[in-house]
């Protein structure tokens, strides 16, 4: 805040000087661009989820109106619906609950790609046996390929032997 004096020998002669008070906004201004910028900077780097090493694949992404439930599956075993920890004996009746008892609503299942892959079959029939018809895996494109590229065959496991 400043204020300048202004000088008076106006019309009394009196000499008598008044304050005029304003207010400098201009760093108050610059605070709050440099603050919007770091903002707008940090916000896309703020994804909330739960961390697994999804599989490779080619296929190409899923476009909808709705939004999918992920149920997650850890290295350990644990499943997650969201961010959220479940037990498998409940995990048909959360469903329900967020989907709205939709069957139709769609649900994506992660799972890291050092995980058995019974246990994963099992999280699916279990969804699948709840009356949810619309049940995907999902798996994260190899680096370098785009989607609907066919991939790379791949090497014999073993060279082939003739006598």
Same mark, same amino acid.
Request: charged share 35%; aromatic share 2%.
């Given at each position: 805040m400043g204020f300048s004096v202004q000088g008076g020998s106006g019309?009394?002669?009196?000499? =008598?000087?008044?304050?005029?008070? +304003?207010?400098?906004?201009?760093?108050? @201004?610059?605070?709050m661009l440099v603050l919007l910028i770091i903002f707008?900077?940090?916000a896309p780097m703020m994804t909330s989820g739960i961390n697994v090493d999804l599989p490779k694949t080619a296929a190409k992404p899923v476009n909808a109106d709705t939004k999918p439930i992920t149920v997650t599956v850890k290295e350990d075993g644990s499943v997650y619906m969201g961010d959220n920890p479940v037990d498998m004996n409940q995990l048909v009746?959360?469903? =329900?609950a967020v989907s709205q008892n +939709?069957?139709?609503?769609?649900?994506? @299942?992660?799972g890291d790609q050092h995980i058995n892959y019974g246990r994963v079959m099992e999280i699916m029939g279990r969804i699948t046996a709840g009356g949810f018809t619309h049940v995907a895996l999902l798996a994260q494109m190899p680096s370098g390929a785009e989607a609907g590229q066919q991939p790379a065959p791949l090497p014999p496991a073993a060279p082939s032997h003739t006598p």
């Open positions: 019309r009394g002669g009196r000499g =008598r000087r008044r304050p005029q008070a +304003d207010i400098n906004v201009t760093p108050m @201004v610059d605070v707008m900077v940090a009746e959360q469903l =329900r +939709d069957p139709e609503h769609r649900i994506f @299942v992660k």
